[in-house]
């Protein structure tokens, strides 16, 4: 079995400010690991993902995620955030095979403020 | 490439009503999935399809029913609404490859149920 917690419902950041939305997962076999976005009334689109290699994942829209094994994290960053980056924010686990469904986090509301 | 796309986008019901939610690829996805989203709760899975012909109950059927009509097609059918399935529903295919698997949302249908 797998689960993903997202520690943090929300979080407030200012305009231009770094933020970091955090994501523990736990699971027992090799994972693949996906951070989603949603916009206000729109569906989820993927922002990055990892699944082997380098553990410094880059995405879309100056988004990074860094993969910790050992802590079993899988941490969302962005150095300076804008007003369009208000969204939730959701992690997912896959179990490391084909075919494994995704599981999904509770989600995390960024909120830029000016 | 219209992707996932699900109809209607909005539905109010009547406790005890029946509707049924649409959902169409065109991906050439085997997989398809069924979500409610409700605040606080991220994404939960009602049912799922492994193969065009398959259907298999996900964390919260209760209440729903799914029909898998070809690869295309995975449609959601609430036979006696009731308030407590009031909800976005979410639809999305998975794509399955030896090395990774990665999902694909619908713009989802916001359904109320008075």
């Known amino acids: 079995a797998q689960s993903v917690t997202q520690l943090d419902s929300q979080v407030p950041v200012f305009e231009e400010a770094p933020v970091e939305l955090r994501c523990n997962y736990s699971?027992?076999?090799?994972?693949?690991l996906f951070w989603y976005v949603q916009y206000p009334n729109q569906g989820l689109q993927l922002l990055l993902k990892?699944?082997?290699?380098?553990?410094l994942v880059k995405g879309i829209n100056g988004f990074e995620a860094e993969f910790n094994k050992s802590q079993t994290s899988f941490h969302l960053r962005k150095p300076s955030v804008h007003i369009s980056d208000t969204a939730e924010y959701f992690c997912?686990?896959?179990?490391?095979?084909?075919?494994?469904?995704?599981?999904f986090g509770t989600g995390t509301q960024l909120k830029v403020e000016l | 490439n219209a992707g996932v796309t699900q109809t209607p986008k909005f539905q109010v019901l009547k406790t005890g009503q029946s509707m049924t939610l649409q959902c169409a690829q065109d991906?050439?996805?085997?997989?398809m999935y069924w979500y409610r989203q409700d605040p606080g709760m991220g994404l939960r899975l009602i049912y799922y399809?492994?193969?065009?012909?398959?259907?298999d109950k996900g964390e919260v059927p209760n209440g729903y029913n799914v029909s898998r009509l070809n690869k295309r097609e995975f449609s959601l059918r609430l036979e006696s609404a009731a308030p407590s399935q009031t909800s976005v529903y979410f639809c999305?295919?998975?794509?399955?490859?030896?090395?990774?698997?990665?999902?694909?949302f619908g713009p989802g249908t916001r359904l109320t149920v008075l």
């Open positions: 991906m050439n996805h085997n997989s």
């Open positions: 999305a295919t998975q794509i399955e490859r030896a090395s990774y698997n990665e999902q694909f």
């Open positions: 990892y699944l082997s290699g380098s553990t």
């Open positions: 399809s492994a193969s065009e012909g398959t259907t």
């Open positions: 699971s027992s076999v090799s994972v693949y």
């Open positions: 997912a686990v896959s179990g490391g095979r084909r075919g494994n469904k995704l599981t």
